[in-house]
Each structure stands twice: as structure tokens, then as C-alpha cells.
Antibody, heavy 123, light 107 residues
């Protein structure tokens, strides 16, 4: 059974860079059938898709975050990572790593989700 | 961006009763819609994709319907394990967007 696990600092200073890694077990980030990505959740804004990556390196990002976000994949380690630069308190969220199914020319659903990790932006 | 709305925001239901949750999109998303369940302290869990297909392991009491801009999630006979928040999500257009959720609690 596929399992995703987020890791990374729980506290980031304003104007700093948020970096998280997702380790995949029970499946391969080298699969051609899926994308690997990130979704965040805050009480105020709800669930927000951040972006995702295909094993070949093709990325898709939310327009609202595109200027600050980068997602990479390391198929040799079966991991993928998120960096979000110039963070503010508005970036304080629970960050989930997710697998997105390929669905033709459209996007796809997210399944499964990691357990989530709270990242707080504060000095 | 496709804006997703859900109604009602909260729903009180007795165990064994039917619950009907609605989701609406500002533009047609065809059948490219998913439903998720989230319990306190847990990540969302996929219930339905393609508007009506149940995900692996999801009980038959969960059913989805609709297309275009109007969608419904029905829980035919609520069990104690079903009290949670339910979110819809469109994946027809980028960026993928979620509804604000419907909280189903015990009446």
C-alpha cells in the first residue's frame, strides 16, 4: 500500500524559505501514471493546491504561488520536495504531500495523502 | 479559476438517516470532480472521483452524481464513522480548486 510521509522544519522565519520533503513507500515516483505534489490547508483559506511534478520533471504550479514555489523529484531516493521562498505568516499551514492520478488532458484526483505537517512562519 | 461552493456549510443528521451534500462550480468541470472526507486531525481521504466512481475501499453507502456545474454526494445511511467534513474538488482546469467543505455532525 502506498504511503507518503512529509518531513522538514516546523518553523520558518518570515522572508525565509520553506523546504519540505515527501518520502514515498510502497510505490515509485518513477511511475508514468501519476504526478507527485503538494496541497496545503489553513483554517482561513481551506484546501489549496500548490503544484505537482511528473517523474520526467514536468511541473505544474498554482498561479498564485508560481513565483515563489519549486517542486523537484528524486526518483533514486523515491522522494519529492517543495520549496517556497519569501514566506510570510500567510504561508502558515498544514502541508500535505499527495499523489495525483493522470487523467488524460485534465488533472486528476489526489490519493493518497500524507499525514500532513504543520509549518509555522514566525520570527 | 473555477470557484467551488458547497452547501450547506453544516448539516446535522441522525445515525441511519440520509445526508445529501451539494457542490457547485462557477464553470463546467464536466465530470472531473472528486469528493474527500476529512476527520479531525487527519488528512483528507478520497471518496469519489469522476463525479460518481467510488475509490477503493469506500462503502457503497457513499454515492456521487452530477456533471457540469452541479454535483451531489449522498450518504445513504449515516454511520458513526461518517461524521466528518466533506470537500469537493475540481480537476477539470488548472489550478485545481476545492470547495470550503460541509461539516456533517450528529443530530
Amino acid at each position: 500500500q502506498l504511503h507518503l510521509q512529509e518531513s522538514g522544519p516546523g518553523l520558518v522565519k518570515p522572508s525565509g524559505t520553506l523546504s519540505l520533503t515527501c518520502t514515498v513507500s510502497g510505490g515509485s515516483t518513477g511511475s508514468s501514471s501519476y504526478y507527485w505534489g503538494w496541497v496545503r490547508q489553513t483554517p482561513g483559506k481551506g484546501l489549496e493546491w500548490i503544484g505537482d511534478i511528473y517523474y520526467r520533471g514536468t511541473t505544474y504550479y498554482s498561479p498564485s504561488l508560481r513565483s515563489r514555489v519549486a517542486i523537484s523529484v528524486d526518483t533514486s531516493k523515491n522522494q519529492f520536495s517543495l520549496t517556497l521562498s519569501s514566506v510570510t505568516t500567510a504561508d502558515t499551514s498544514i502541508y500535505y504531500c499527495v499523489r495525483r492520478s493522470v487523467n488524460g488532458r485534465r488533472g486528476g484526483w489526489f490519493d493518497p495523502w500524507g499525514q500532513g505537517t504543520l509549518v509555522t512562519v514566525s520570527s | 479559476e473555477v470557484i467551488m461552493t458547497q452547501s450547506p456549510a453544516a448539516l446535522s443528521v441522525s445515525p441511519g438517516e440520509r445526508a445529501t451534500l451539494s457542490c457547485r462550480a462557477t464553470y463546467s468541470v464536466s465530470m472531473n470532480l472528486a469528493w474527500y472526507q476529512q476527520k479531525p486531525g487527519q488528512a483528507p481521504r478520497l471518496l469519489i472521483y469522476g463525479a460518481s466512481a467510488r475509490a477503493t475501499g469506500i462503502p457503497a453507502r457513499f454515492s456521487g452524481s452530477g456533471s457540469g456545474t452541479e454535483f451531489t454526494l449522498t450518504i445513504s445511511s449515516l454511520q458513526s464513522d461518517d461524521f466528518a467534513i466533506y470537500y469537493c474538488q475540481q480537476y477539470h482546469n488548472w489550478p485545481f480548486t476545492f470547495g470550503p467543505g460541509t461539516k456533517v455532525d450528529i443530530k
